[in-house]
């Protein structure tokens, strides 16, 4: 069982007490009527697929309700850390990249 550490509410609890929201850090066009079928279509649909670390939004559902991001290894399933939305993508070092 994966345990995720929730940065608002200082716990870490099972991966049942959260929910997957999908990618972080996707950035919405300023306008959105301005873009193209296919610009929107990418934003909609076109996400990363890494093997290695991956930034990706959560969701407390079963705490205190609020979205954060976690950075994930998707081979190994580990979490590397977490922190709230908003925040930038921290940096790792050359040791927990390869988790």
């Known amino acids: 069982m994966l345990l995720i550490h929730c940065p608002y ?6 991966e049942l ?3 997957y929201a999908g990618q ?3 950035v919405r066009a300023a306008d959105p009527s301005s873009q193209t079928d296919e610009e ?4 909609l649909f076109i ?3 890494v093997k290695g670390v991956h930034a990706e939004r959560w969701q407390h559902v079963h705490g205190c309700g609020r979205f954060f991001n976690a950075l ?3 081979v190994s399933d580990k979490f590397l850390t977490t922190y709230k939305a908003g925040e930038p993508r921290p ?3 050359d040791t927990e990249r390869s988790a």
């Open 72 to 74: 994930r290894h998707t």
């Open 40 to 43: 929107w279509r990418d934003f």
């Open 91 to 93: 940096v790792l070092d």
């Open 17 to 19: 007490e959260f929910a």
């Open 24 to 26: 972080a850090h996707v």
């Open 47 to 49: 996400r990363d697929n």
């Open 9 to 14: 509410c200082d716990e870490t609890l099972p």
